[in-house]
């Protein structure tokens, strides 16, 4: 799969080729995750799937615009016509989550992918100009959201599984 990358100086829009991802799942930021699963529930007929907080920051070892920061979410996943939709509701300590909420409200965050090896695609983002916004750990893997809204409009998240 490519992915594109935009040449800012020259306004052109380049491949970014070799992107090894499997796609896992789109997430939509919440201010209230209970009442956007009522909400969720009775659009689709569904059951409620399970609501889960986010590892304990002792765990996660997030750092947020490279700093460390003691935030946990609420997390749950839905699936919709064989996709699956993850909403998350941030707490009060900083996070690509919560800055999401202050600056656009409730809305869709970012694509998932996952891949077989985190640190190498890093580096191939990193080199064609996109950073790391956030990056932890989650019970059996690790993630990073990279600064990709600029270049194709939304964020991008890539997580590798133990």
């Known amino acids: 799969m490519d992915l594109l990358q935009m040449n800012s100086a020259a306004g052109e829009i380049q491949s970014l080729s070799g992107f090894a991802g499997e796609f896992s799942h789109i997430c939509v930021i919440v201010k209230d995750i209970r009442n956007a699963m ?23 070892k997030v750092e947020y615009l490279e700093k460390p920061t003691d935030t946990v979410a ?54 064609a100009g996109m950073g790391v916004c956030q990056r932890g750990n989650y019970n059996g893997g690790r993630y990073a959201y990279l600064d990709t809204e600029n270049e194709i409009g939304i964020m991008l998240e890539l997580m590798q599984n133990d």
Do not use: M
């Not at 009522?38 to 996660?60: D, M, N, S």
């Not at 064989?82 to 694509?111: A, C, N, Y």
């Open 38 to 60: 009522e909400k969720y529930q009775r659009f689709l007929g569904v059951e409620a799937p399970r609501l889960k907080k986010t590892c304990e920051p002792e765990v996660a």
């Open 74 to 127: 609420w997390q749950t996943f839905f699936t919709l016509g064989g996709v699956r939709v993850e909403l998350i509701e941030p707490d009060e300590h900083q996070s690509t989550w919560k800055t999401f909420l202050e600056e656009h409200g409730e809305g869709f965050h970012h694509i998932s992918y996952l891949v077989k090896d985190l640190d190498k695609e890093l580096e191939r983002f990193r080199e």
